[in-house]
């Protein structure tokens, strides 16, 4: 699975963001996708996954309630919808998949994009 995401940038605290990534090389709504995210000099951290069919999903404590992913299986594409984002979510977010939703919170998915540079400023 290729994965190719977008829409980083340079957001203030408290506007919305959101980032998409696009799939493609295998059967997308085979895989299970997710989010994680790492900072500089920080360890990566799961942000956010969600099931094959995109009825569940999965967050991090840190971002609950203020983060949204979706998914659109038609179009091959995940999003993350950054609400009320906040400066100590700067970071470089990447999109993954995998068969198994639990790899991608356990940060070992098959297949991540390049990142996405998400700066927030206070």
């Known amino acids: 699975v290729q994965l190719q995401a977008s829409g980083g940038g340079l957001a203030q605290a408290g506007a919305s963001l959101r980032l998409s990534c696009a799939a493609s090389g295998r059967t997308f709504s085979n895989y299970a996708m997710g989010w994680f995210r790492q900072a500089p000099g920080k360890e990566r951290e799961f942000v956010g996954a969600t099931n094959r069919g995109g009825s569940s999903t999965y967050y991090a404590d840190s971002v609950k309630g203020r983060f949204t992913i979706s998914r659109d299986n038609a179009k091959n594409m995940v999003y993350l919808q950054m609400d009320s984002p906040k400066p100590e979510d700067t970071a470089v977010y990447y999109c993954?998949?995998?068969?198994?939703?639990?790899?991608?919170?356990?940060?070992?998915?098959?297949?991540r994009g390049q990142g996405t540079q998400v700066t927030v400023s206070s």
């Open positions: 993954a998949a995998d068969q198994k939703l639990h790899n991608i919170v356990i940060l070992t998915p098959e297949y």
